[in-house]
């Protein structure tokens, strides 16, 4: 729960009770989406974005996503409490959540199909399957390759959800190998321009400090700024023309 401080002029509830109210009403809107029988106006779909969707009487006309990131984050075993929690509404199994995720880094036997997956990830898995450091070619590369073949599972499957005309965006970041700079929003864009009409990056913002830069023994050689971005899509499955939203860096 993110909490933007205002200045007030009399007394204001603390976050403690903020974020309690804002989890309560979380909470309440997810049981109230999986009680049968209960009408709202938001559907909740539990589902493994890699393989093909539940039919959608209504297809949606917008996406807003953000993948995880190349950064090797288990994010499983980082939100056990969290799963708890949902666990309390819907039963999921640990082993399967985390060998299923993208960007696992479990690198499961059963590996996604890793043809056809761009230029520019094409070259990055040959550079790292080439690199000098330890497991670079046994267990990176493979897990580079994993995470690739299900982004583009996963934008295959999301993208033929979406209505004839539609747009969104997904906010991605670089990351870095080693001295290889892993360029995602690069892929994204990619893999994005099989399915739709027009792909391009409209905004990038540098990253900030992370754990890594602030290791006293992290690598200084590595120099060169990774950036965050915002790549915007449309969708033109008939070939007419349809206005798109404008996007600017303030927006």
């Not at 360029?183 to 990619?190: K, M, Q």
Request: aromatic share 10%; proline share 6%; glycine share 4%.
């Amino acid at each position: 729960t993110w909490q933007t401080p205002v200045p007030t002029n009399g007394d204001s509830a603390s976050l403690s009770e903020i974020a309690t109210l804002i989890v309560d009403r979380i909470t309440s809107d997810l049981k109230q989406s999986f009680a049968e029988d209960t009408p709202t106006q938001t559907k909740v779909i539990h589902h493994d974005a890699t393989t093909k969707f539940p039919a959608i009487r209504i297809k949606p006309n917008l996406l807003i996503t953000s993948p995880p990131y190349l950064t090797r984050l288990d994010y499983i075993k980082n939100h056990l409490s969290e799963i708890a929690l949902l666990n309390e509404i819907q039963n999921f199994d640990i082993d399967h959540l985390r060998n299923h995720m993208i960007g696992t880094p479990t690198v499961p036997k059963h590996l996604s199909n890793f043809e056809d997956l761009g230029e520019i990830a094409t070259t990055l898995l040959h550079n790292i399957s080439e690199h000098s450091s330890y497991a670079s070619k046994r267990y990176y590369m493979p897990f580079y390759r994993n995470y690739f073949a299900m982004l583009k599972d996963s934008i295959k499957q999301t993208v033929a959800q979406l209505a004839s005309h539609s747009y969104g965006i997904y906010v991605v970041q670089q990351s870095r190998y080693k001295d290889i700079i892993v360029d995602l929003p690069g892929i994204i864009v990619e893999l994005l321009s099989y399915h739709c009409s027009k792909v391009q990056v409209i905004d990038s913002f540098p990253v900030g400090p992370t754990l890594a830069t602030l290791n006293p023994k992290h690598n200084r050689s590595h120099s060169t700024r990774l950036y965050e971005s915002i790549v915007y899509f449309e969708i033109n499955k008939d070939g007419k023309q349809k206005g798109a939203p404008k996007f600017g860096s303030n927006q």
